[in-house]
């Protein structure tokens, strides 16, 4: 709808696209990321939001659910569609399975209104880092708090030391090092690391995510590897800037 | 009584025909009038009185023949005696079986009541009333007791107790106790103990049928309690957002904001806390009204006075819109919860000009009937497109989600909670020739005296 852009702020740190139909939200939102360098542009609608992906002129997208025109998973699928642009999606809704139906849909992020403003824009910077850096270019080796992991010789090392892991703890260990930042699902990581016919056994992750935390010295509590999503999913933490 | 009734009865007749000096076949009659009046009364009466007159009957014989010098006649004495036995006991036999259809009909009779009672919703603790009071008058009984998994109920008849029953059969237990001078014989015992079988099968039917009506009530309101909460837990999120992105970026170091930007974040702080009150403030309404139906105020008000104070009211919001008021000459005191209707006709004049046209007309209407007063918002706006005239009333519906004329989405169904609190009833419909019309009809009740239903119409002051 409205073209708000603001280039007194310096060097843009990205280009970002606000979709949602509660102007004063969409107001508050846009003057806060400019006022952090991004350059920002609102519109209200799902259709306008569309276009407005297909114009290429944005590097992310921050969608609100609760939209008037279309509802907002429709919005998302069709983003998805035809563009891998990150989107973070902003809703009012409480319900772990809305949000698991999110990421499975595409969503790269969510945060739940009402969200803290520094989360959500560490949110946003993981997910550009994540368009800027795209997955087969994330280095095969992380160093990170010590640790190495060498994935293309399947090596996790801490401080010179190797740590024996099994072939399945490798696998996890891939799939959420090479998605740093990412909230994965239990059905997306099951399907990654034991096969397409698994999808329920969140158990299995639980498992096997106890098992990682204690071989790489990780605390639950205070993660610096892998972060829970209660009842929703997994996030590799990416190494301190 | 059963032997006092058949040696009077047989004695008059005996003395009767001795006196009328009438030979022995008279006497027969006379005879066989008092077994039949004696077998009405009970079986071993009729068989007494039947013993009794032939004994009289050979008295009597043997008198008449003294004074005709004229044998007696063993053979007929004997046939006597036959008849006077066969003859009670037919009356007997007629005599039962009139009492077992008549007691027959009545069990059918008493069945179909409580049947139709249970069916038409009496609660099961009623009708086992009904069923140990129906089951007293019925059997004659001095006391009878009914009991179901549920409830228990006793009745008291009469003083004096006889033989005591107990019945029990599936879910019911029944103590009978007969009355000490009206035995039950075995035959009504045992149509009684059927009746209270059928009667248990019905309170056992009804206990589980009004239990699970209960349970899906209890159902139905903790769901569309959770579906509210739900909604309004995501409506009070969004504002919520908004304010703590606002805050947040104002306190925020950082950011680098530019004077207008600080005022406009200031602003959106501002009107999004007040949203946020007036969400508040109608979610505590809306479920006040709804969970308290105590709160109606029923008291003779003046409806004219109160549409006066609530267009001048609206009328400062409203530059653009003429509000046009259009009571009945005649409308007197009608009895109405004030605040609630201020209410109402609040959330319905905002509505109206909220979405009609600058300069269109807004119409207020009374028109008041004997038994209800009805109440219309009239407007010349858009009106409400087919298939949305009952959802416009439910929580957070938006006709036009994101646009800035729209309210909490609540006014609406807390309109229609304050006028069902009234057992009254708010309908849309569209205005001929374009726009929306909104009705509430309150039935008009005089709290004064509650089974005349009639408005108070002030035929001595005029509006």
């Known amino acids: 709808m409205s073209q708000e852009r603001n280039a007194d702020h310096g060097e843009s740190q990205g280009r970002i696209l606000i979709v949602d139909d509660e102007a004063p939200l969409r107001r508050a939102l846009s003057i806060s990321l400019r006022a952090r360098g991004y350059e920002v542009r609102g519109v209200s609608g799902g259709e306008q939001a569309i276009v407005a992906v297909a114009d290429h002129v944005s590097d992310l997208v921050l969608l609100d659910l609760g939209l008037g025109d279309i509802d907002g998973l429709e919005v998302l699928e069709r983003i998805r569609g035809m563009s891998e642009i990150p989107v973070i999606v902003l809703t009012a809704r409480d319900s772990q399975s809305d949000k698991v139906l999110l990421l499975d849909a595409g969503a790269d992020d969510y945060v739940t209104k009402p969200f803290?403003?520094?989360?959500?824009?560490?949110?946003?910077?993981?997910?550009?880092?994540?368009?800027?850096?795209?997955?087969?270019?994330?280095?095969?080796?992380?160093?990170?708090?010590?640790?190495?992991?060498?994935?293309?010789?399947?090596l996790v090392t801490i401080a010179g030391e190797r740590v024996p892991l099994t072939p399945t703890e490798l696998a996890m260990i891939e799939v959420m090092a090479t998605h740093p930042g990412r909230l994965l699902t239990h059905d997306y990581l099951l399907r990654q690391v034991w096969g397409p016919g698994y999808g329920k056994e969140s158990n299995y992750l639980r498992t096997y995510v106890g098992q990682l935390r204690k071989k790489l010295r990780d605390d639950a509590a205070a993660p610096r590897f892998i972060a829970t999503e209660s009842g929703i999913g997994y996030r590799w933490l990416p190494g301190s800037e | 009584m059963r032997f006092v009734l058949p040696l009077a009865a047989v004695?008059?007749?005996?003395?009767?025909?001795?006196?009328?000096?009438?030979?022995?076949?008279?006497?027969?009659?006379?005879?066989?009038?008092?077994?039949?009046?004696?077998?009405?009364?009970?079986?071993?009466?009729?068989?007494?009185?039947?013993?009794?007159?032939?004994?009289?009957?050979?008295?009597?014989?043997?008198?008449?023949?003294?004074?005709?010098?004229?044998?007696?006649?063993?053979?007929?004495?004997?046939?006597?005696?036959?008849?006077?036995?066969?003859?009670?006991?037919?009356?007997?036999?007629?005599?039962?079986?009139?009492?077992?259809?008549?007691?027959?009909?009545?069990?059918?009779?008493?069945?179909?009541?409580?049947?139709?009672?249970?069916?038409?919703?009496?609660?099961?603790?009623?009708?086992?009333?009904?069923?140990?009071?129906?089951?007293?008058?019925?059997?004659?009984?001095?006391?009878?007791?009914?009991?179901?998994?549920?409830?228990?109920?006793?009745?008291?008849?009469?003083?004096?107790?006889?033989?005591?029953?107990?019945?029990?059969?599936?879910k019911i237990s029944a103590a009978v106790t007969a009355r000490e001078d009206l035995p039950l014989n075995a035959r009504t015992l045992e149509s009684l103990t059927v009746l209270v079988t059928t009667l248990g099968v019905l309170f056992d039917r009804a206990t589980l049928e009004q239990e699970l009506d209960r349970t899906r009530i209890d159902f139905e309101t903790n769901k569309a309690r959770a579906v509210f909460f739900a909604a309004a837990g995501h409506n009070l999120r969004t504002p919520l957002a908004s304010i703590r992105v606002s805050l947040s970026t104002l306190l925020d170091a950082q950011a680098e904001l530019i004077a207008t930007e600080r005022e406009e974040l200031i602003q959106?702080?501002?009107?999004?806390?007040?949203?946020?009150?007036?969400?508040?403030?109608?979610?505590?309404?809306?479920?006040?009204?709804?969970?308290?139906?105590?709160?109606?105020?029923?008291?003779?008000?003046?409806?004219?006075?109160?549409?006066?104070?609530?267009?001048?009211?609206?009328?400062?919001?409203?530059?653009?819109?003429?509000?046009?008021?259009?009571?009945?000459?005649?409308?007197?005191?009608?009895?109405?919860?004030?605040?609630?209707?201020?209410?109402?006709?609040?959330?319905?004049?905002?509505?109206?000009?909220?979405?009609?046209?600058?300069?269109?007309?807004?119409?207020?209407?009374?028109?008041?009937?004997?038994?209800?007063?009805?109440?219309?918002?009239?407007?010349?706006?858009?009106?409400?497109?087919?298939?949305?005239?009952?959802?416009?009333?439910?929580?957070?519906?938006?006709?036009?989600?994101?646009?800035?004329?729209?309210?909490?989405?609540?006014?609406?169904?807390?309109?229609?909670?304050?006028?069902?609190?009234?057992?009254?009833?708010?309908?849309?419909?569209?205005?001929?020739?374009?726009?929306?019309?909104?009705?509430?009809?309150?039935?008009?009740?005089?709290?004064?005296s509650p089974t005349e239903h009639r408005i108070l119409v002030d035929h001595g002051s005029d509006e």
């Open chain 1, 116 to 154: 803290d403003t520094e989360e959500l824009l560490a949110r946003i910077r993981s997910a550009m880092r994540r368009r800027v850096e795209p997955m087969d270019e994330v280095a095969l080796v992380v160093e990170q708090d010590g640790v190495t992991i060498d994935l293309a010789r399947q």
């Open chain 2, 11 to 170: 004695a008059f007749a005996s003395l009767t025909t001795y006196w009328l000096g009438s030979d022995p076949v008279v006497a027969a009659l006379g005879l066989i009038a008092a077994v039949i009046v004696s077998a009405a009364f009970d079986r071993v009466a009729g068989l007494f009185a039947a013993v009794l007159a032939t004994i009289s009957l050979v008295w009597l014989t043997a008198l008449h023949d003294a004074a005709t010098e004229r044998h007696i006649e063993g053979l007929e004495i004997a046939i006597f005696a036959i008849v006077a036995i066969l003859v009670a006991t037919i009356v007997t036999r007629e005599r039962r079986a009139r009492r077992t259809a008549r007691l027959a009909e009545r069990e059918t009779e008493f069945r179909i009541r409580v049947t139709d009672a249970v069916m038409r919703g009496m609660p099961v603790s009623e009708a086992v009333d009904m069923g140990a009071r129906g089951l007293s008058q019925i059997y004659e009984l001095a006391a009878c007791t009914l009991a179901t998994s549920t409830t228990v109920s006793t009745v008291e008849r009469h003083p004096k107790h006889g033989r005591l029953f107990n019945i029990t059969t599936g």
């Open chain 2, 268 to 448: 959106t702080a501002y009107d999004e806390m007040l949203r946020l009150e007036n969400l508040v403030t109608n979610v505590l309404t809306l479920s006040r009204v709804r969970s308290d139906q105590s709160t109606v105020d029923l008291q003779p008000v003046d409806l004219g006075e109160i549409i006066k104070v609530t267009v001048n009211r609206i009328e400062p919001i409203a530059p653009d819109h003429t509000l046009v008021v259009d009571l009945p000459a005649a409308l007197g005191m009608v009895p109405l919860c004030q605040t609630m209707i201020e209410q109402v006709l609040t959330n319905l004049l905002e509505n109206a000009v909220r979405w009609a046209p600058p300069e269109s007309p807004v119409t207020i209407e009374v028109l008041a009937g004997p038994s209800q007063v009805r109440l219309s918002v009239i407007d010349r706006g858009p009106g409400v497109p087919a298939g949305a005239e009952e959802e416009i009333f439910s929580e957070f519906f938006h006709l036009a989600p994101g646009d800035p004329r729209e309210g909490s989405g609540l006014g609406l169904a807390i309109a229609r909670a304050m006028v069902e609190a009234h057992k009254g009833q708010l309908r849309y419909g569209p205005t001929p020739g374009g726009g929306a019309t909104f009705t509430a009809e309150f039935p008009v009740v005089d709290p004064t």
